[in-house]
């Protein structure tokens, strides 16, 4: 029995918050992607996503090993991926391809590269734009490449790679639902200190990071994907292993309309507490219908930030009380009291604060963390 070991969720090509190869793509290169596992195994496969592709990519190989650092790969843990027991294999226009499982013994905690060679031009490439994480692209073929040398580009964003599932033989893995805050904004760059990977650490379960910067629970956008509730099934309930699904979703479909700095709507919408709540509900109605229980967590602090309103304000505080108290909910994560400056409740506490009012830095995270794994 496979679990999903870690994911991103699919973006359509953008130019994104800052400079990624999303719209380029590749042509006679190989990408390798380092991405930290919360379920170990002694097997191992991946999910490659086109969502958002218009013809089919042709990947010409593709490896896997144990991360040594950088582009680095550990000595002797390097093995070949084939798909269907070929070295090579399409991923179709908006669909996806898993590999076969090789053998490579990996414990929560590790970090693993996969790396992708593609001989033919790829096109657009369907990525998440903020990894967080450094990537690395070079010249060629490089799948076998242990020491990494030749590869002599770093971007922050994923490209095709959606899932790491190992054969973990479990079914509690916890799914983390929303925006930038859930993808990571504000924590330390190549650190791996987002609050899902403090949760799998605080509570030894699989965590699956399904956050997108900039994310609405109600409306799609060209630089923040496609809306909550459009695509809760393919980035969280299509995975192999979920249980509990937390949902942190909705400040930005109240926050932008009070900024003109969005890039994607002018004017944005301007969303009432009632429309949220009905977002909230099909969130819920999909998830028990796949039998995932529901945890929800209530917005963060934001007063300062350029999100913040009258309006904003207004309709934040009524979905925090309706999270609370509707009893809709299994169970409720109350972070916005855990982060709140107690001098001023609707701000971040500043010990907490990333800088922008908004995000919390890598101290935050951990408190988050620490709500959810009691929730839990």
């Given at each position: 029995?496979?679990?999903?070991?870690?994911?991103?969720?699919?973006?359509?090509?953008?130019?994104?918050?800052?400079?990624?190869?999303?719209?380029?793509?590749?042509?006679?290169?190989?990408?390798?992607?380092?991405?930290?596992?919360?379920?170990?195994?002694?097997?191992?496969?991946?999910?490659?996503?086109?969502?958002?592709?218009?013809?089919?990519?042709?990947?010409?190989?593709?490896?896997?090993?144990?991360?040594?650092?950088?582009?680095?790969?550990?000595?002797?843990?390097?093995?070949?991926?084939?798909?269907?027991?070929?070295?090579?294999?399409?991923?179709?226009?908006?669909?996806?391809?898993?590999?076969?499982?090789?053998?490579?013994?990996?414990?929560?905690?590790?970090?693993?590269?996969?790396?992708?060679?593609?001989?033919?031009?790829?096109?657009?490439?369907?990525?998440?734009?903020?990894?967080?994480?450094?990537?690395?692209?070079?010249?060629?073929?490089?799948?076998?490449?242990?020491?990494?040398?030749?590869?002599?580009?770093?971007?922050?964003?994923?490209?095709?790679?959606?899932?790491?599932?190992?054969?973990?033989?479990?079914?509690?893995?916890?799914?983390?639902?929303?925006d930038s805050i859930t993808d990571g904004f504000g924590s330390t760059t190549g650190a791996d200190r987002r609050w899902s990977d403090a949760l799998a650490g605080r509570t030894g379960r699989p965590v699956l990071n399904a956050g997108i910067g900039g994310n609405l629970l109600l409306n799609d956008s060209a630089w923040y994907g496609e809306k909550g509730v459009h695509r809760l099934r393919r980035d969280v309930l299509d995975h192999p292993g979920v249980d509990t699904l937390v949902v942190l979703l909705g400040l930005n479909d109240i926050g932008f309309s009070e900024t003109d700095e969005q890039p994607t709507y002018h004017p944005a919408p301007v969303v009432e507490a009632a429309e949220l709540i009905a977002?909230?509900?099909?969130?819920?109605?999909?998830?028990?219908?796949?039998?995932?229980?529901?945890?929800?967590?209530?917005?963060?602090?934001?007063?300062?930030?350029?999100?913040?309103?009258?309006?904003?304000?207004?309709?934040?505080?009524?979905?925090?009380?309706?999270?609370?108290?509707?009893?809709?909910?299994?169970?409720?994560?109350?972070?916005?009291?855990?982060?709140?400056?107690?001098?001023?409740?609707?701000?971040?506490?500043?010990?907490?604060?990333?800088?922008?009012?908004?995000?919390?830095?890598?101290?935050?995270?951990?408190?988050?963390?620490?709500?959810?794994?009691?929730?839990?």
């Open positions: 029995m496979f679990t999903t070991s870690w994911t991103a969720s699919p973006q359509s090509p953008s130019e994104g918050f800052t400079p990624n190869w999303s719209r380029a793509g590749f042509w006679r290169q190989s990408l390798r992607q380092v991405v930290r596992l919360s379920a170990g195994g002694g097997r191992v496969r991946v999910r490659l996503s086109h969502a958002y592709g218009t013809s089919p990519v042709r990947v010409a190989g593709a490896s896997m090993g144990l991360s040594a650092g950088g582009a680095g790969v550990r000595p002797g843990s390097l093995v070949r991926l084939t798909f269907a027991g070929a070295g090579e294999a399409a991923i179709p226009a908006r669909g996806e391809i898993v590999s076969d499982d090789v053998p490579l013994a990996v414990a929560a905690g590790d970090s693993v590269t996969v790396t992708l060679y593609f001989e033919a031009a790829t096109g657009p490439a369907t990525f998440h734009a903020q990894a967080f994480a450094p990537g690395y692209r070079g010249a060629g073929d490089l799948t076998e490449d242990a020491g990494g040398a030749g590869f002599d580009a770093v971007s922050e964003s994923w490209y095709f790679l959606s899932a790491v599932e190992t054969d973990a033989g479990r079914a509690d893995a916890v799914a983390l639902f929303g977002g909230h509900r099909e969130l819920l109605r999909q998830a028990r219908a796949a039998g995932v229980r529901v945890i929800g967590a209530t917005l963060l602090p934001f007063a300062g930030s350029d999100h913040w309103g009258e309006h904003a304000a207004k309709v934040g505080h009524e979905l925090n009380e309706w999270i609370r108290c509707s009893g809709e909910y299994d169970a409720v994560a109350d972070l916005n009291r855990a982060l709140a400056d107690p001098a001023d409740p609707d701000r971040l506490r500043p010990a907490y604060d990333f800088g922008d009012h908004l995000h919390p830095n890598d101290t935050g995270y951990e408190v988050m963390a620490e709500v959810v794994a009691a929730t839990l």
